[in-house]
């Protein structure tokens, strides 16, 4: 570095001093991460999705991303925990009457300029604050609806207030939580998770043995029982008296005589009467025969 006289070398040049830390400025953190999609970094449009871990998503941009895993370069770091879009979750959410669209778009093309504070699209539906993270919002895994956590909180419900469902303290879901919130919503995820497939087995498991029993049960029900049980009992002559049955003998006697003494007509006759036969074989021709 010289110093041979030909050159003064300063003090950063020869001692390395650590890096400073960037700080980011915590503004644009809070728009990007509540205005915009934490995939495609687009304008939150309806309809709007959550994971298990909070972070908000454009639909679309998911869809995009399940059919593509590198349709964006960042998407494998962002939510790689979502392997389905059964793994996220459609929010219901309130829209703000104060929001101007016209207002907003402008805004948008001026992001770092933070004079102007940016207007929510959506509010909650107790308290009316707008969802621009400046409050902490939760939502509801069973519904997909969404709060202020101190409204839920003041409610003290089991029921969605917006829709009726019920929920456990386990559905509630926080929104863009912090660093140190992310780490316990993770184990919270992965045990979800888990517990779904478990539970999933199960019913397989169950299925399968239902199934099986009801094969066996058919193939018991298709066996032949022995034919003493399949006989039909004799039927009793309802015939009982001697007088009944001398009455039936006699008209059936009738019967037979009238029969016998019935006349056969002259088709029937002339099969079985006996013809006269004249001349030998050789005489006897087609002519002859209906000639004579």
Known sequence: MGNDGGSIPRRIELVKEKAKE???NPDLERIAAWFHCALSKQPLQTPIVSCGLGKLYNQDAIIEYLLDKNAYGDGDKICSHISSPKDTIKLNLTPNPAYDETKSVKDSTTMGHLDKEMKSRFI???????????HRFVYLDTCGCAFA?????EIKSKECVNCGKPFEAENVIVINPSKEELEGMKAVMKAKKAKAKAEKRAKKAAKQDGSGDKEKKRKRD????PQSSLAP??????????????VMGKVAQEL????KNKEMSQAVKSIYAKKEVKGNYLTMGTFNRYAS
């Open 222 to 225: 298709n066996v032949s029982p």
């Open 256 to 259: 037979a005589e009238k029969e």
């Open 149 to 153: 956590e101190q409204s839920l909180k």
């Open 233 to 246: 009992p004799a039927k009793k002559s309802n015939i009982s008296s001697s007088a009944a049955a001398a």
């Open 22 to 24: 960037v700080k980011i």
């Open 124 to 134: 909650c539906p107790i308290s009316m604050k707008e969802m621009n993270g400046k």
